[in-house]
């Protein structure tokens, strides 16, 4: 799809998106896809992402408005919830795109965590999730058919010591969308994970081994990995009308890496090199 046709498949909707940092996020991508759709939406990020200087430029290129929230926070988040709702009116889609672990970037091996860096990781990757949901019941801030929408890995179901605690993050992150998808079906409301392949963000780069988690990827994926902007066009489905009926999954966008077994690129490459160690 070029990046100029527009559907408006999401047009006349308001939506909540978190995580845009810069041009490479998928957060950043979404937001782009869903403004091309028509929709109206709140940017929002940690504090400390105003010192990038870029959410502004996005805000602007969107219409959109940027609040700062520590997700963490629950009066923070609250208060975002309830400032959104008092200025955009209730909110028919939301994306959840914040994951962020100090054990990782201390480099600290799973098997001698910092547990309060694992409580950090905990708290920003998957409760926040929580939060946000918990804020949007207490505030009535979400329309009856809302979508929402949580960025995962599939290392909630595959360990990849790289990703070290956040493995359990995103398997909690799907957990809570689960449950919270079971308790907003009264209303319509749908709530889904998407299991993105690796993807060159910022925030993936900075996983260690990250470029041989992506070569091999690539070569096991039969599409190949997918981008941030086939990704922003996925969730566009999801936030639409066209998938009311898809809630409390786990939905894999990953070129068909989570299901390939192996790939004839892989076992050549494989037997080549075990022809040079013969």
């Given at each position: 799809?070029?990046?100029?046709?527009?559907?408006?498949?999401?047009?006349?909707?308001?939506?909540?998106?978190?995580?845009?940092?810069?041009?490479?996020?998928?957060?950043?991508?979404?937001?782009?896809?869903?403004?091309?759709?028509?929709?109206?939406?709140?940017?929002?990020?940690?504090?400390?992402?105003?010192?990038?200087?870029?959410?502004?430029?996005?805000?602007?290129?969107?219409?959109?408005?940027?609040?700062?929230?520590?997700?963490?926070?629950?009066?923070?988040?609250?208060?975002?919830?309830?400032?959104?709702?008092?200025?955009?009116?209730?909110?028919?889609?939301?994306?959840?795109?914040?994951?962020?672990?100090?054990?990782?970037?201390?480099?600290?091996?799973?098997?001698?965590?910092?547990?309060?860096?694992?409580?950090?990781?905990?708290?920003i990757?998957?409760?926040?999730?929580?939060?946000?949901?918990?804020?949007?019941?207490?505030?009535?801030?979400?329309?009856?058919?809302?979508?929402?929408?949580?960025?995962?890995?599939?290392?909630?179901?595959?360990?990849?010591?790289?990703?070290?605690?956040?493995?359990?993050?995103?398997?909690?992150?799907?957990?809570?969308?689960?449950?919270?998808?079971?308790?907003?079906?009264d209303?319509g409301i749908?709530?889904?994970?998407?299991?993105?392949?690796?993807?060159k963000?910022?925030?993936?780069?900075?996983?260690?081994?990250?470029?041989?988690?992506?070569?091999?990827?690539?070569?096991?994926?039969?599409?190949?990995?997918?981008?941030?902007?086939?990704?922003?066009?996925?969730?566009?489905?999801?936030?639409?009308?066209?998938?009311?009926?898809?809630?409390?999954?786990?939905?894999?966008?990953?070129?068909?890496?989570?299901?390939?077994?192996?790939s004839?690129?892989?076992?050549?490459?494989?037997?080549?090199?075990?022809?040079?160690?013969?």
């Amino acid at each position: 799809m070029d990046k100029t046709d527009s559907f408006n498949l999401l047009r006349g909707k308001n939506g909540l998106i978190f995580g845009a940092l810069d041009e490479r996020s998928i957060a950043w991508r979404v937001a782009l896809a869903c403004s091309r759709e028509g929709a109206a939406f709140t940017l929002s990020n940690a504090p400390i992402a105003i010192r990038f200087g870029t959410l502004q430029q996005l805000a602007e290129q969107t219409g959109s408005d940027f609040i700062p929230c520590d997700v963490t926070k629950y009066d923070q988040v609250l208060e975002l919830v309830e400032s959104t709702k008092n200025k955009s009116g209730k909110l028919d889609f939301i994306l959840h795109s914040v994951g962020m672990s100090p054990n990782i970037r201390k480099e600290l091996d799973y098997k001698k965590l910092n547990y309060k860096f694992m409580q950090q990781t905990l708290e920003i990757s998957a409760i926040s999730l929580h939060k946000i949901l918990q804020a949007c019941v207490e505030k009535d801030a979400l329309n009856d058919g809302a979508s929402v929408v949580a960025l995962t890995y599939i290392a909630a179901q595959r360990i990849f010591s790289k990703y070290s605690d956040m493995n359990d993050a995103k398997a909690l992150l799907e957990s809570i969308a689960r449950n919270f998808g079971s308790r907003l079906a009264d209303k319509g409301i749908r709530v889904n994970s998407v299991s993105q392949g690796p993807t060159k963000t910022s925030a993936g780069t900075g996983i260690g081994g990250f470029d041989a988690m992506y070569e091999f990827a690539a070569k096991l994926s039969p599409l190949g990995n997918p981008t941030a902007d086939d990704c922003a066009d996925y969730c566009v489905t999801l936030f639409s009308d066209l998938t009311r009926m898809v809630t409390m999954q786990n939905l894999y966008h990953d070129g068909g890496f989570s299901t390939n077994g192996i790939s004839e690129e892989l076992i050549y490459d494989l037997a080549e090199l075990h022809n040079k160690e013969k």
